[in-house]
């Protein structure tokens, strides 16, 4: 449990500090679904016992029940990176015209760069599409705060509110000063079928009060302490916000800087006051020229990044290159090898994607671990676009094939997170319209690839609870898939021949291959594996695993390099031996 401290000040990521902005503004309720860079949010917010915070099958989930909480009387939040905000926007859209009873705060956070996405979109034109106010902290301290101006603004305004942060932020730490949480003041629902049940005819009234409240916030942003001005020399002032701010204050410390931390409404009226004050106007944000285009459109001259620059993060050197200080940013650490992510020693997918390469199969996958699959060696992924898109993907893929007289099989793959959050919908397709597709749900036990979080089919809740597992297997046969089996991904003998079947049936299939994570084995005993040195003939095909365990060294017959196991790596999964046909592989006894 965390507790108010008597220590008034902690060092603090912006994660951690926007849990404690909520807990200090009384939250009540929150829900999220993992993922980078947001996952600690909500696992943060699990230690403060006042609040119920919980994993939902997905972001729309997520904030549905959020906004269900602030309907009923109840501050609370959602928290989600950027593209789930992509899943939640149905919801979003509408629960900007219906506002609630108290206050309702959406975390977005993008992810510049891509750290851990399959995209770098700008999740402030979300904002200007809902008409809703967005708030950007540009520290731990002001992810905090903001967090409380959040409900407070969006209970005076009747309106969904967005705190966008990105990587940097969500995982900077730096001080926060801490405060006493606000006492419990649940508001009562009332009825009220005009405001909260969006019919046409409903929905055109409230569309007046959504333009109405616009204005509002427009009047607000040009005098919320949240932007100001800070003026230095005038030769040079500087808009920005967020971690853009501070790269811009190392790169030139000495301008004048019109600070936003709330990036909509733009406050016009401030930027005009600031841009009369400098000599030369300039933009500095990350991914799109979402500021400057506004700027510009108010007739005002201003200046921003090349579009060069527009694709991943900045950091302070690419700032003085846009400001002209720098014919071109440095390139640090630029000789050291690249280091390229890999799956774990052990990690139960790797025969399983090992398999679909030997059958050569189109695989249509999804986002988790499982997509590094589609490096070398095993190069067995086709398709990545979104979570649950494997799926329908594969059936689309094998419509076409089917079409075009290409045999080649096709299969899709998702994680057991992943099918829960959006794959059973399009499993239904595939049994409604009579397709025959085969789909392998990569059956870990856990949402891995953010850090282990609990999901419906695990059986426990964020905080760990014992709860009704879902039941994967009797999903899909509720769905109207009747072929369905569950394989060990370690028996490669026996997921091999899941798999044939699965593709030759004339009908839908669904192969369960069910192992934990095996960072959830850890501290296990196990059984290592070791190279027999004179049997092995230095063929290769065990690396064709991708395991990290495994390495080749000179020294082989004829020439070849022998295969070498690391032993501290290797993680007994066995699945090595297994693909070895010279027997120069096998496990050790423990």
């Given at each position: 449990m965390v507790s108010d401290s008597k220590q008034r000040t902690e060092l603090l990521s912006g994660n951690e500090a926007i849990a404690r902005g909520a807990y200090e503004a009384g939250v009540k309720v929150a829900a999220a679904y993992p993922g980078t860079p947001s996952t600690e949010i909500l696992e943060r917010l699990t230690s403060y016992e006042d609040i119920h915070a919980q994993w939902s099958p997905n972001e729309k989930v997520a904030l549905d029940v959020a906004f269900g909480a602030a309907l009923?009387?109840?501050?609370?939040?959602?928290?989600?990176?950027?593209?789930?905000?992509?899943?939640?926007?149905?919801?979003?859209?509408?629960?900007?015209?219906?506002g609630a009873t108290a206050g309702l705060v959406i975390v977005t956070a993008d992810d510049p760069g891509m750290h851990s996405s399959q995209n770098e979109q700008d999740n402030r034109h979300y904002a200007r599409a809902a008409k809703v106010p967005m708030l950007e902290p540009a520290d731990s301290q002001e992810a905090k705060d903001f967090v409380i101006e959040a409900f407070r603004m969006s209970e005076e305004f009747d309106t969904p509110v967005l705190l966008r942060t990105t990587t940097r932020i969500s995982h900077g730490k730096s001080p926060v000063r801490l405060g006493k949480p606000r006492p419990a003041s649940p508001a009562r629902f009332e009825r009220d079928a005009r405001k909260y049940v969006m019919i046409p005819g409903h929905a055109r009234l409230?569309?007046?009060?959504?333009?109405?409240?616009?204005?509002?916030?427009?009047?607000?942003?040009?005098?919320?302490?949240?932007?100001?001005?800070?003026?230095?020399?005038?030769?040079?002032?500087?808009?920005?916000?967020?971690?853009?701010?501070?790269?811009?204050?190392?790169?030139?410390?000495?301008?004048?800087?019109?600070?936003?931390?709330?990036?909509?409404?733009?406050?016009?009226?401030?930027?005009?006051e600031f841009a009369s004050r400098v000599k030369?106007?300039?933009?500095?944000?990350?991914?799109?020229?979402?500021?400057?285009?506004?700027?510009?459109?108010?007739?005002?001259?201003?200046?921003?990044?090349?579009?060069?620059?527009?694709?991943?993060?900045?950091?302070?050197?690419?700032?003085?290159?846009?400001?002209?200080?720098?014919?071109?940013?440095?390139?640090?650490?630029?000789d050291l090898p690249a280091r390229p992510p890999v799956l774990c020693p052990g990690c139960p997918h790797s025969g399983v994607f090992y398999v679909l390469r030997k059958l050569?199969?189109?695989?249509?996958?999804?986002?988790?671990?499982?997509?590094?699959?589609?490096?070398?060696p095993l190069e067995a992924m086709d398709t990545c676009i979104c979570m649950g898109a494997a799926v329908g993907n594969a059936e689309g893929l094998e419509r076409a094939f089917a079409v075009a007289g290409d045999e080649r099989p096709v299969v899709g793959t998702l994680g057991?997170?992943?099918?829960?959050?959006?794959?059973?919908?399009?499993?239904?397709?595939?049994?409604?319209?009579?397709?025959?597709?085969?789909?392998?749900?990569?059956?870990?036990?856990?949402?891995a690839m953010t850090g282990r979080q609990d999901h419906p089919a695990t059986g426990r809740t964020a905080r760990g609870e014992q709860t009704r597992e879902l039941d994967l297997g009797a999903m899909c046969r509720a769905c109207g898939v009747d072929d369905v089996a569950t394989v060990d991904p370690y028996d490669l003998e026996a997921l091999e021949g899941a798999l044939r079947r699965a593709?030759?049936?004339?009908?839908?299939?669904?192969?369960?291959?069910?192992?934990?994570?095996?960072?959830?084995?850890?501290g296990e005993e196990r059984a290592p594996a070791r190279v027999v040195e004179e049997e092995c003939i230095g063929c290769g095909l065990c690396l064709t695993l991708g395991c990290p365990a495994l390495s080749a060294e000179p020294g082989g017959p004829r020439g070849r390099p022998r295969a070498v196991v690391t032993r501290e790596m290797c993680a007994g999964c066995g699945l090595c031996a297994q693909i070895c046909r010279h027997e120069a592989i096998v496990l050790e006894q423990t």
């Open positions: 009923g009387g109840v501050r609370a939040l959602a928290a989600m990176k950027h593209v789930g905000l992509n899943v939640a926007a149905d919801s979003l859209f509408t629960i900007a015209y219906t409230r569309h007046v009060a959504v333009e109405e409240r616009l204005e509002r916030l427009r009047q607000l942003s040009n005098t919320t302490p949240l932007n100001r001005i800070e003026m230095g020399s005038p030769d040079l002032g500087i808009v920005a916000g967020g971690v853009a701010y501070q790269y811009a204050r190392e790169a030139q410390p000495d301008a004048s800087f019109l600070k936003l931390g709330m990036s909509h409404p733009l406050p016009d009226d401030l930027i005009r030369r106007l300039f933009v500095i944000e990350e991914l799109d020229p979402f500021l400057q285009e506004q700027i510009a459109a108010l007739g005002i001259e201003v200046c921003g990044k090349p579009a060069s620059m527009r694709l991943g993060e900045l950091d302070a050197r690419l700032v003085a290159a846009a400001l002209g200080e720098e014919s071109a940013p440095a390139q640090p650490l630029a050569k199969a189109v695989v249509a996958g999804d986002i988790g671990c499982y997509t590094l699959s589609v490096l070398p057991d997170s992943t099918f829960v959050h959006s794959g059973i919908a399009p499993l239904i397709d595939i049994v409604y319209n009579r397709g025959t597709t085969t789909i392998v749900i990569l059956d870990n036990r856990t949402t593709i030759a049936a004339p009908h839908p299939c669904v192969v369960i291959t069910r192992r934990e994570c095996v960072l959830l084995r850890r």
